[in-house]
């Protein structure tokens, strides 16, 4: 099996809003609120792909998309009001990664592709210098957070972002 992440295109919209839409719906079957609205929408994963602050990319899998996420360097206006906790280090760092939007196809469900999908995003931004990592998922989204902790990611606290989210970080 291949597996490796890119850099996400326009041509790759319609097969990533395949990804978003049936990880809406696997939310919507554990009856979690999390991506029951519009968002993310296309307009959205566009804007991730256009932006030159922002990385969109896609995990491949034996040359078929199988994954999304979207990479952040600047700073998470939603993550300055933690709550409940605080970040590690400084208050004032701005040297750090987000990560947004991940889902995977469920196509691919059960292969530990989330693990390599993180493994994947996380030595590609420490090869740039990067130490700082934080996500934030909602409370009830256990599949996520526990693949969270598995990767090493810590609970730091509480953000809004589309309601309560545990936000969590990893210090490399």
């Not at 597996?3 to 996400?8: G, K, L, N, S």
């Not at 991506?35 to 307009?43: F, I, K, L, R, T």
């Not at 947004?100 to 390599?116: D, K, V």
């Not at 090493?152 to 509480?158: K, L, P, R």
Request: aromatic content about 10%; some cysteine; hydrophobic content about 40%.
């Amino acid at each position: 099996m291949t597996v490796y992440i890119r850099q996400a295109k326009l041509d790759d919209l319609a097969e990533i809003m395949k990804i978003i839409a049936s990880a809406k719906g696997y939310l919507a079957q554990q009856k979690i609120d999390q991506w029951q609205n519009e968002y993310p929408a296309v307009s959205d994963i566009e804007d991730d792909i256009r932006s030159s602050e922002k990385k969109a990319c896609v995990l491949v899998v034996n040359g078929k998309i199988a994954g999304y996420a979207v990479i952040m360097t600047s700073v998470e206006p939603a993550y300055q009001m933690i709550t409940d906790g605080k970040w590690q280090g400084s208050d004032e760092e701005e040297n750090y990664v987000t990560i947004h939007r991940m889902a995977l196809s469920t196509e691919f469900r059960g292969l530990g592709l989330a693990n390599i999908f993180w493994s994947n995003i996380l030595s590609s931004m420490r090869m740039q210098g990067f130490t700082d990592f934080r996500v934030d998922t909602h409370p009830e989204n256990k599949v996520m957070r526990g693949v969270l902790e598995k990767q090493g990611f810590e609970y730091q606290g509480n953000v809004m972002f589309e309601g309560l989210r545990y936000a969590y970080q990893l210090i490399l």
